[in-house]
């Protein structure tokens, strides 16, 4: 996502079309891989939370990851973002097989991502919070940007002209000067996903990003997850318990079960896979 689409697409998003709610109602054709894991195994002591896993993720996607609580989801996602480190397997990115990896390296090849447990800075506005995720596109250095003069102030205003697109785009103006402390639980999930947007991310990882929400604000988040994957090209990695959502808003899934890969497919076929329904209903 350009900066230059940011601007244009998401000021034209909120006014245009609504998108449909359904993946399945144009086909979505991926063929490009933009990450792949490769026999990943992550211990904690002798807890294995991913055992032996490998799938991929297609550019241009929306991939889901699901399983029961406990399965291994944002123990997955931390490894892609660098925040774990698997013991055995390999992860590829772009083409390119990664050895140590650390957040703040992918997010400067272009990994974001929101949490399962909303990391927002409560004391400072919405349009801050978006802005930190400005951070690693602002070339000047610290001092010129405490001193807000000639260059850094420049740069500065190009960078929040990119933010209040972001907001028009996610429908928050009205909280835009809102200390997020203050917002509602579904608002500040909100926010974090215009943060993490404010990256440019070609990769963007959700974690549960409708956990806690009513079915209103549910519907909103699917739209605005639909937009940013259809409009800006940006590929998505979520997890999410609302199995309507995931077989809504999804290419396709893999199931985790206590770390292991138990099916792989589009929605249609992983719904209607037995050891999917055992491991949701608890069948041995």
Not at 59 to 83: C, D, H, Q, Y
Not at 192 to 213: T, V
Request: glycine share 10%; proline share 4%.
């Amino acid at each position: 996502m350009s900066q230059g689409s940011t601007q244009t697409k998401a000021a034209d998003a909120p006014g245009g079309t609504a998108p449909s709610m359904h993946r399945d109602d144009v086909p979505q054709l991926h063929t490009e891989v933009l990450l792949d894991l490769t026999n990943v195994s992550l211990s904690f002591g002798g807890v294995k939370a991913i055992r032996d896993v490998s799938f991929n993720i297609l550019k241009g996607e929306v991939r889901a990851i699901i399983g029961p609580n406990g399965a291994g989801k944002t123990s997955m996602l931390n490894v892609i973002n660098g925040f774990y480190h698997p013991q055995q397997g390999t992860i590829c990115y772009k083409g390119k097989t990664r050895r140590v990896m650390r957040p703040y390296i992918a997010a400067g090849q272009g990994i974001a991502r929101t949490f399962q447990n909303v990391a927002l800075f409560k004391g400072m506005t919405t349009l801050d919070n978006i802005m930190v995720g400005r951070s690693l596109k602002m070339k000047r250095g610290l001092f010129w940007q405490i001193l807000r003069l000639g260059p850094a102030e420049r740069e500065e205003i190009e960078h929040r002209e990119v933010v209040e697109h972001i907001i028009d785009f996610l429908e928050i103006q009205h909280i835009r000067k809102t200390p997020v402390g203050k917002l509602p639980y579904g608002l500040q999930k909100r926010v974090e996903l215009g943060r993490a947007l404010a990256m440019e991310p070609d990769l963007l990882l959700l974690d549960e990003p409708m956990a806690g929400m009513n079915l209103e604000e549910k519907e909103d988040m699917s739209r605005f997850i639909l937009t940013t994957n259809d409009s800006f090209g940006t590929t998505i990695a979520l997890i999410e318990h609302d199995m309507g959502v995931v077989m809504d808003l999804s290419d396709r899934v893999v199931v985790l079960d206590h770390g292991i890969k138990i099916a792989d497919g589009t929605p249609d076929e992983v719904s209607s896979n037995h050891k999917v329904i055992d491991a949701y209903l608890g069948v041995a």
